[in-house]
């Protein structure tokens, strides 16, 4: 069972209902929502075969990427920073799963 999977799901899932909640914003929860899901999925497929990998770090990745650059521009910490930092984790957890 990829605990760490469904433990990074779950925090982008809550991320996006904490954006909405706090700032009303439906992108967010929308956004968080599909990549929170996508990333569960991934999790699951890694459960059930640990070089499945893909979706997983598609997800991840592409949140790193937007999340970065969210970053980059507003050069606020709380959220884009640190989802971006736990993505991309997720990223080199998984380029070390497909690895080893």
Do not use: C, E, H, Q
């Amino acid at each position: 069972m990829d605990w760490i999977g469904f433990g990074y799901a779950a925090v982008v899932i809550f991320g996006g209902f904490m954006g909405y909640k706090r700032k009303g914003s439906v992108m967010s929860l929308i956004a968080g929502l599909v990549f929170g899901g996508l990333s569960a999925y991934g999790a699951y497929n890694i459960s059930n075969d640990p070089k499945n990998v893909l979706v997983l770090l598609g997800s991840s990745g592409l949140l790193a990427v937007i999340m970065g650059t969210r970053y980059k521009k507003s050069g606020k910490l709380m959220p884009a920073g640190i989802m971006s930092g736990l993505s991309l984790l997720m990223v080199f957890r998984l380029l070390l799963l497909i690895m080893v």
